[in-house]
């Protein structure tokens, strides 16, 4: 059953991460990836000594997107170069492809669109029928889509993140926040535009907040060895929030390559990333149908044969040891989660896959071998922050 007791605070959910960031001093593994940071994207100086750093400023590229529905979804040239191409429909998801066209205009061939990894809000009727995929188009001008029979509600977007004119982002003038003992990349660092939140004035998604009881790892099913992991957060922002029409960007947490984390969905302006000033989690739209109380993490690139690199690794087991130590979970525990919205259950691992949840293939085969392994280390290394 899910833990019964109350919500930790916000002392007690930071006290906890102080003493698992204080045992990741000794863990090798762990501390290789605090010294990650993201150049002109970094949050501030480490964990350990942490210094107050002045207000500074940064340029990010503004994303263009070019969206588009229905049959001329189907269809898109794109003003600017693509760098991805979201997609998503009801339906089934066999036979699903696309083409990209090359710069004369002429398409290329066809390329299966992969599973993609499912999401959205609780109140979504469609869980289980929505297929969703984010493809890297290289700077192609323009792509060609080809759906299965049968499919609807078809929305497609070309997406840029990198060659548009720069916005000056304002990074706040306080000492950075350190979750697990790694530093953790706020969204003003990694370019999050806060107005695509927004809707007609009115914020799409506001946040609500409940009590943590389960633990999802995710794969975000893009490509391994991203050259600009933070331009490819603000493309799975734009997906979510704007093509999806979420809100915002599905995840509490994504961590790339590198070990870096980047802070997901927006929880308001506390200091603590994913939860409110009580110790609430807030909701997000990783697991339609599971989310209210359900943390979700997403490891940036394709798990389906590869392994994460070890410092993706070190940096999901030491946020999810902090994260479990905070709220008195057990890791290894199996549970049952009770959905706090609309009374739906589960019986699940405390720490569990995405496709534990819905029909998906994310994380990603190899990932899912190793969740086993993942809660053992996580389990070990929250018994020793005590």
């Not at 588009?68 to 760098?83: E, L, S």
């Not at 990209?100 to 669109?113: F, V, Y």
């Amino acid at each position: 059953m899910p833990n019964p007791k109350p919500a930790v605070t916000r002392r007690t959910l930071v006290t906890a991460i102080g003493a698992t960031a204080a045992a990741l001093a000794v863990t090798p593994a762990a501390s290789a990836a605090t010294a990650a940071t993201t150049g002109a994207a970094a949050a501030g100086t480490g964990a350990g000594g942490a210094r107050p750093v002045a207000a500074r400023t940064t340029r990010v590229p503004v994303t263009r997107a070019q969206s588009a529905a229905g049959r001329a979804a189907t269809t898109v040239r794109a003003d600017f170069p693509i760098r991805y191409v979201g997609v998503s429909w009801d339906g089934p998801t066999r036979g699903a492809a696309i083409r990209l066209h090359r710069e004369d205009a002429t398409p290329g061939t066809w390329q299966p669109l992969p599973g993609g990894c499912a999401g959205g809000p609780d109140h979504e009727d469609r869980v289980g029928g929505v297929a969703t995929a984010l493809i890297a188009a290289d700077g192609a001008p323009g792509y060609d889509l080809r759906l299965p029979d049968g499919a609807a509600n078809v929305r497609s977007a070309a997406i840029d993140t990198v060659h548009g004119p720069a916005r000056t982002v304002v990074i706040a003038a306080t000492t950075p926040t350190t979750f697990c003992g790694v530093e953790y990349v706020s969204r003003a660092a990694w370019g999050a535009d806060e107005s695509k939140r927004f809707k007609n004035g009115v914020e799409n998604s506001p946040a609500k907040y409940y009590p943590l009881q389960t633990l999802t790892v995710h794969h975000t099913d893009t490509p391994n060895a991203d050259p600009d992991p933070a331009a490819t957060v603000r493309a799975i922002y734009e997906y979510h929030a704007i093509t999806n029409d979420w809100g915002d960007i599905g995840y509490h947490f994504l961590i790339d390559e590198a070990g870096r984390i980047y802070e997901g969905r927006w929880s308001g302006d506390d200091g603590i990333p994913a939860h409110d000033a009580s110790g609430n989690v807030v909701t997000a739209f990783h697991t339609a149908g599971f989310n209210s109380g359900n943390l979700g993490i997403a490891l940036l690139g394709t798990l389906s044969s590869q392994e994460p690199t070890a410092a993706a690794r070190a940096s999901l087991t030491a946020l999810l040891a902090a994260v479990a130590r905070g709220h008195n979970l057990d890791p290894q525990a199996h549970v049952t989660f009770v959905n706090p919205v609309n009374g739906v259950t589960k019986p699940v691992e405390m720490i569990s896959g995405h496709r534990d949840w819905l029909a998906t293939d994310c994380p990603g085969g190899t990932m899912y071998a190793g969740l086993p392994a993942l809660r053992a280390d996580v389990a070990a290394l929250g018994t020793a922050g005590h």
